[in-house]
């Protein structure tokens, strides 16, 4: 047997060193492995326990930036109209009193039921605010009116003196969520017979956009021959976001108490129109353009 030198005690040593380092590195890989296996099985849980503890049992509250109460559908310029109409419908007609008088009854039976017309409840201390704000948007709307000319330049706009405005909620009924907000504006009777000069005597108005949607107004036309149905009916579509308007051909000549008016048009909800009438009644020079039948 061949014998080997013994290795110098320097060496010995740096072997036994570099022995107890390796099992000190194996050591800790081996921890952080079963730390890692430990966080794995049961950190998403405990996570997911803490967070719910955050949640959980509590209410949360979040602002929403709607400028009218609860929520309603976006609904298209068609439908919106067909909507209102078909509420107008079951309410009186929305005229100035005067004429109110001439016009005969109309029974609207099935539509009440399906179509709703409801006054917005507001508080006494916010009623003054509310109906400063809808005249606000009325005159808005006038003035977008007359420069499409749709109204004629001399009917001026509306004071708070004067006139009143009432927050409505128009709704279809089976399906609440179809809803449009509008104001309705009107001058009261006790003023109407006080203004001789051109005015506006009611309207509805989009809450929400100031669109116009029905006016009745006492102008300085002295006949029916001044007054561009089809040229009022085409601009005020486009001012609504419509197409452009047919004329009805089956119009009943005594569905309006005046033989001056013409019918048109647009398409509505559910394979239904919506009949939108411009008419002027003779003698009290009114001009009106309404959605309602």
Known sequence: MKWRKPAPPGQRQGRKLSLKRLKKISLLLVLAATVIVVLAVWGPETLAIYRDKGILNQIQAQETETGTEGYRYSLSGNEKVYILSKCLDSQAQPESEQNALTRAETDYQGV??????VANKKEASEERDSSASGIELCNRGIRELKERGILPEEVGEIREDSYQALLYSAIYVPEPRNSVLVWRVGMGAAVQNAYSESCLLDAYVDADTGKVYEFYARTDISSWTEVDADGIAAAWAEYMGLEAPLEYENANPLSENTPYFK???????????????????EGINELYLKISR
């Open 263 to 281: 019918k048109y048009s647009f398409a509505g909800m559910e394979d239904d129109n919506t009949i939108v009438t411009i008419g002027y009644y």
């Open 112 to 117: 009440a039921g399906t179509y709703a017309f």
